[in-house]
């Protein structure tokens, strides 16, 4: 664990933090898009959430088209 998501563990627990699956193989590929910040922050804690569900770390490979469509109607 680096220092930076020490730090994140100890804020982010403050506000219940349910950690999630981590990022597979198939998420290399996103690398060139997604900053190292966040692939690190990904594989610490997965698809995590924050505040009773009220923050969400999504994957972004998890097939959100249909919900994308939805909020862009």
Do not use: N
Request: some cysteine; proline content about 7%; hydrophobic content about 40%.
């Amino acid at each position: 664990m680096s220092d930076f998501t020490e730090f994140l563990r100890e804020e982010w627990e403050a506000l219940g933090l349910v950690e999630g699956p981590r990022p597979g193989p198939q998420h290399e590929a996103l690398g060139e898009y997604i900053p190292s910040t966040m692939f690190e922050i990904w594989k610490e804690f997965g698809f995590c959430s924050l505040d009773s569900g009220g923050i969400w770390l999504c994957d972004p490979l998890a097939g959100w088209q249909d919900a994308a469509d939805a909020w862009t109607e």
